[in-house]
């Protein structure tokens, strides 16, 4: 992760992104026992892509402090420096054969579309 | 029918004592009359009469499965071609998956008969089924009270007698709570060992499918039929699947069950341990030996579920833009408006608390900090389960804290909600194969005993559930709903 503070995005960029982007005034990593704010919220939502209203944000904020707080337990926890747990399994992950492995389907899953014409996904107009 | 188990209802069918026709007949109805539960999100009365009399020629051709004709049910949250799978939210209200799940397509393929989707807390993040844009479950043992979630529709078609078994899934508890909230029994299996192609994502790492039915010997009729691996889902184990149901009467002797103290706490509710303690000294009569063992970070496992599970969701639930399918907001006015709006009304409260925690947590300057943090205790977590199944075959505790809590009760405050998994989710930390058995009721209410085993030893849990259900007789109660 990069760390340290860039200016947010102006245009709306691609949902997959949290890695890379960035809350402004970062703290120190360990400080855990931060409370955020309504700006903070706001950024966050921003950043989930989430449309929250104004009056919304300090409950929201409260909300959101009493979680992290509680899953702030971790700092005081004598966790140490062991190999960090990404995931269960054990094993290899496997690979396919280099096959084609199904049919086209785009017909299909266009149809799902609530909004497609010409075999193209429709969306409001995104440069003037 | 429905209180018979599996293996009954294969041997009348065969028998052609009773068709697959009559089979979903009665179950559809029992599904209409108890529509007050709440269980169902959609009832698919067509298809299931197209697919049991496929069964119907099945068996008459002397060409069927054990599940074949069997009425079955699956957690919303299971792609069904053709099917509305809208896993409890308005996001996905209006979604007709275009393929099948890995495991739909293995229970079709054995001929079981799918007579709905059973409702579910919102992408099964919940500890009670109220998060579901389709309201809350209602208990069959007490309609007051919730059937646990987030596989509450599940639990609760199950507990009333409309389905012998139905799927569910389980990120933290999700299939273990609502068995023992509903006085069934409830197997997530080791992670990897059922595919999760088609299986709508929740968090990654941690999402397990798996089976809620009345018995272990029921449990491991299905899990025979989805376990293994799927080349579609890279993430599913190429160990091949053992042989769940040859080993279910193993004698218990000398098995050693371990205790871990701090699932004793002084969070369990009273009446809960005594019932749990009854349980566990039927295992002593059939020869095992009770040890109590240490888990010593087991108070870390809620805390780091809840940075974990928020995290991989944030990332997993960006793919709901408005663009591609399901909900889109009225007359967008931009993207960025197509984006927020579609998503702040597309998803419920929990939902979007949780992916604002995880986009908080994967944030640049809080990354080390939250979720480094949390997978390195995730590690300390895995490590204390290893070193206990150094010193014992099985490890035994109450399945929650509580008896199913009122409706409500806990529905505004996300932190008691929480706090209920404790018992639970240090299991899909760990990737371990886990199983609620009931064990006796407190107030009257159904009790679960969770017994958890070392990674793919699925029989051996089933064995040890199995002898205790063949000693006892808790699995075979029923609500009275489930008679009338």
New interface residues.
């Given amino acids: 992760?990069?760390?340290?503070s860039a200016p947010l995005p102006k245009?709306?960029k691609p949902?997959?992104?949290?890695?890379?982007?960035?809350?402004q005034n970062?703290?120190p990593?360990?400080?855990?026992r931060v409370s955020?704010d309504s700006a903070t919220?706001r950024q966050?939502?921003?950043?989930?892509?989430?449309?929250?209203a104004e009056q919304q944000l300090p409950a929201?904020a409260a909300?959101?402090n009493?979680?992290?707080d509680?899953?702030?337990?971790?700092?005081a926890?004598d966790?140490?420096?062991?190999?960090?747990?990404?995931?269960?399994?054990?094993?290899t992950?496997?690979?396919?054969?280099d096959v084609v492995?199904s049919i086209d389907?785009r017909d299909?899953?266009m149809?799902?579309?609530?909004?497609a014409q010409s075999g193209l996904?429709l969306?409001?107009?995104?440069i003037e | 029918m429905s209180l018979r188990s599996v293996a009954q209802l294969a041997q009348d069918l065969s028998a052609r004592r009773i068709s697959a026709r009559e089979l979903a007949e009665e179950s559809l109805a029992r599904a209409e009359k108890n529509q007050a539960l709440n269980a169902f999100v959609t009832r698919c009365e067509n298809v299931a009469m197209a697919a049991a009399a496929v069964a119907d020629a099945r068996l008459a051709a002397g060409n069927s499965d054990v599940l074949t004709g069997i009425p079955f049910a699956h957690k919303d949250i299971f792609c069904t071609n053709g099917i509305r799978t809208s896993c409890g939210s308005r996001m996905l209200d209006n979604?007709?998956p275009?393929?099948d799940a890995t495991v739909s397509r293995q229970l079709n393929d054995a001929g079981a008969v799918l007579v709905g989707k059973t409702n579910m807390d919102e992408f099964a993040m919940g500890s009670s089924n109220e998060s579901s844009f389709y309201g809350p479950v209602q208990n069959p043992w007490d309609t007051t009270r919730v059937p646990g979630g987030s596989s509450g529709g599940s639990a609760a078609a199950v507990a009333a007698g409309i389905v012998p078994f139905a799927t569910g899934t389980d990120t933290g508890g999700s299939i273990r709570q609502p068995a023992a909230f509903c006085g069934i029994t409830g197997l997530k299996p080791t992670?990897?060992r059922v595919s999760r192609l088609g299986m709508i994502a929740f968090a990654s790492?941690l999402d397990c499918g798996g089976v809620l039915a009345r018995s272990a010997e029921d449990c491991a009729h299905v899990l025979a039929a989805i376990a293994g691996?799927d080349?579609?889902d890279?993430?599913?184990?190429?160990?091949d699947a053992d042989d769940y149901l040859g080993g279910l009467n193993q004698p218990l002797a000398g098995l050693r069950i371990g205790l871990p103290r701090a699932y004793f706490g002084a969070g369990i509710a009273q009446g809960v341990g005594s019932v749990v303690h009854t349980a566990l000294a039927e295992l002593e009569k059939l020869g095992a030996v009770l040890i109590e063992v240490d888990l010593i970070?087991a108070?870390?496992a809620?805390?780091?579920y809840?940075?974990i599970a928020p995290a991989e969701a944030?990332?997993n639930l960006?793919?709901y833009?408005?663009?591609?399918?399901?909900?889109?907001c009225a007359n967008?006015?931009?993207?960025?408006?197509?984006?927020?709006?579609t998503?702040?009304e597309g998803?419920g409260a929990e939902v979007?608390?949780r992916?604002?925690?995880?986009?908080?947590?994967?944030?640049?300057?809080?990354?080390?900090?939250?979720y480094?943090?949390?997978?390195?205790?995730?590690?300390?977590i895995?490590?204390d389960f290893n070193a206990a199944f150094a010193q014992v075959d099985v490890l035994a505790g109450p399945t929650t804290p509580t008896v199913a809590f009122k409706l409500g009760e806990k529905s505004s405050d996300?932190?008691a909600m929480?706090a209920a998994d404790i018992n639970t989710v240090a299991m899909n930390?760990?990737?371990?194969p886990a199983i609620s058995v009931p064990a006796g009721f407190s107030d009257g209410l159904p009790v679960g005993l969770q017994l958890i085993a070392p990674?793919f030893a699925e029989a051996r849990l089933l064995n040890v559930a199995h002898r205790l259900q063949q000693a006892t007789d808790w699995h075979t109660r029923t609500p009275e709903i489930a008679h009338g």
């Avoid at chain 2, 890279?234 to 160990?239: I, N």
């Avoid at chain 2, 967008?332 to 709006?341: A, N, Q």
């Fill in positions: 992760m990069k760390k340290g245009k709306a949902l997959n992104q949290p890695s890379g982007s960035v809350i970062t703290p990593a360990r400080a855990f955020i919220v966050i939502a921003h950043l989930a892509r989430i449309g929250v929201l909300e959101l009493g979680v992290l509680f899953v702030g337990q971790l700092a926890a966790i140490g420096a062991v190999e960090p747990l990404a995931h269960p399994l054990d094993e992950l496997s690979l396919r054969d492995s389907q299909a899953f149809r799902l579309a609530p909004d996904y969306v409001p107009k995104v | 979604f007709v275009p393929y992670y990897g790492s691996h080349a579609g890279p993430t599913s184990s190429t160990r970070h108070d870390l809620i805390p780091t809840y940075v944030s990332s960006a793919r833009d408005g663009v591609r399918y399901g909900y889109r967008p006015t931009s993207l960025e408006d197509l984006y927020t709006r998503r702040a998803f979007k608390r992916i604002l925690v995880g986009t908080y947590v994967l944030s640049a300057g809080y990354y080390d900090a939250y480094l943090r949390a997978q390195r205790a995730r590690r300390l895995a490590n996300p932190l929480y930390l760990a990737g371990l990674a």
